[in-house]
């Protein structure tokens, strides 16, 4: 059986190819396309209560698909999770559970690196060090902060494994009066954030380093944030949606990718 399928919701500033992953014709703000049961229940496990940029995305199926379609979509979806992006990929990398849970994948956390362009950063929360690596392996000096002394002993331990210790320093509160290019931050999500809409008041940290922006403190502000993130929270900023590399998530919004710089 075929269906007509109509996507609707999703930002600009998402590559829509990545996030449906089939051919689909753009309208206006509608996204349209026919596919097979099988294609079309993948489609609607994966977008299923999907918020992007503040709002659900709109799946719509004619004909409606069966509950049988929906329910082996929904086990095919579970099995590709499975096969994601990986954090770390050196053997003797260290984490603990908070920050496995934070990490940022390895591939995804260089790409970021290398949009640095070698600029001095600070990464203000580090956790176990992944994105301070990604910066590092780019050729970028690092200063991590990082309060929790487990986190922060594994964040230099796996920029040894890295090989860019050197790159990299640490403490464990940024100062009032520090200044410098690029500050980084991955402010904790929560296992509970809502995934129909965040905004910036959901994240103290962001509030904060926005503050620290708007007084010229720093050059930028990059902010890895959740897909349902609503980046018009937050006046000033531009936005991109960062995807997968692996086949269980390649058409996954890892995360959004805020940067703000100081009102002119």
Same mark, same amino acid.
């Given at each position: 059986m075929i269906h007509q399928v109509v996507v609707r919701g999703v930002p600009e500033w998402v590559d829509a190819g990545k996030l449906l992953g089939q051919p689909f014709t753009s309208e206006d703000d509608a996204f349209t396309a026919e596919l097979d049961t099988e294609a079309a229940a993948d489609l609607a496990a994966r977008l299923r209560n999907v918020g992007v940029g503040g709002a659900l995305l709109s799946v719509q199926f004619r004909p409606r698909l069966k509950r049988p379609a929906i329910r082996a979509g929904r086990t095919r979806d579970a099995r590709a999770r499975r096969d994601t992006t990986p954090g770390f990929t050196q053997p003797g990398a260290q984490w603990d559970d908070e920050g496995r849970y934070s990490l940022t994948p390895e591939a995804l956390a260089l790409v970021m690196g290398k949009a640095a362009n070698k600029r001095d950063v600070t990464d203000l929360g580090c956790g176990?060090?992944?994105?301070?690596?990604?910066?590092?392996? /780019?050729?970028?000096?690092?200063?991590?902060?990082? #309060?929790?002394?487990?986190?922060? %002993?594994?964040?230099?331990?796996?920029? $040894? *494994?890295?090989?860019?210790?050197?790159?990299?320093?640490?403490?464990?509160?940024?100062?009032?009066?520090?200044?410098?290019?690029?500050?980084?931050?991955?402010?904790?999500?929560?296992?509970?954030?809502?995934?129909?809409?965040?905004?910036?008041?959901?994240?103290?940290?962001?509030?904060?380093?926005?503050?620290?922006?708007?007084?010229?403190?720093?050059?930028?502000?990059?902010?890895?944030?959740?897909?349902?993130?609503?980046?018009?929270?937050?006046?000033? /900023?531009?936005?991109?949606?960062?995807?997968?590399? #692996?086949?269980?998530?390649?058409? %996954?919004?890892?995360?959004?990718?805020? $940067? *703000?710089?100081?009102?002119?």
């Amino acid at each position: 059986m075929i269906h007509q399928v109509v996507v609707r919701g999703v930002p600009e500033w998402v590559d829509a190819g990545k996030l449906l992953g089939q051919p689909f014709t753009s309208e206006d703000d509608a996204f349209t396309a026919e596919l097979d049961t099988e294609a079309a229940a993948d489609l609607a496990a994966r977008l299923r209560n999907v918020g992007v940029g503040g709002a659900l995305l709109s799946v719509q199926f004619r004909p409606r698909l069966k509950r049988p379609a929906i329910r082996a979509g929904r086990t095919r979806d579970a099995r590709a999770r499975r096969d994601t992006t990986p954090g770390f990929t050196q053997p003797g990398a260290q984490w603990d559970d908070e920050g496995r849970y934070s990490l940022t994948p390895e591939a995804l956390a260089l790409v970021m690196g290398k949009a640095a362009n070698k600029r001095d950063v600070t990464d203000l929360g580090c956790g176990v060090g992944g994105n301070t690596i990604g910066f590092a392996r /780019a050729g970028c000096t690092v200063a991590a902060i990082e #309060r929790d002394p487990i986190r922060r %002993r594994m964040a230099l331990h796996n920029a $040894s *494994v890295y090989g860019v210790r050197d790159r990299v320093t640490v403490a464990t509160e940024l100062s009032d009066d520090a200044t410098g290019d690029l500050l980084f931050i991955d402010p904790p999500w929560g296992t509970e954030w809502d995934r129909e809409r965040t905004v910036v008041n959901d994240f103290p940290l962001l509030v904060t380093s926005l503050e620290r922006i708007q007084r010229a403190d720093f050059t930028e502000l990059w902010a890895k944030l959740p897909p349902s993130f609503d980046p018009t929270s937050v006046p000033n /900023a531009t936005a991109q949606a960062v995807f997968g590399t #692996r086949p269980g998530d390649c058409h %996954r919004i890892k995360f959004v990718w805020l $940067s *703000v710089r100081p009102h002119a």
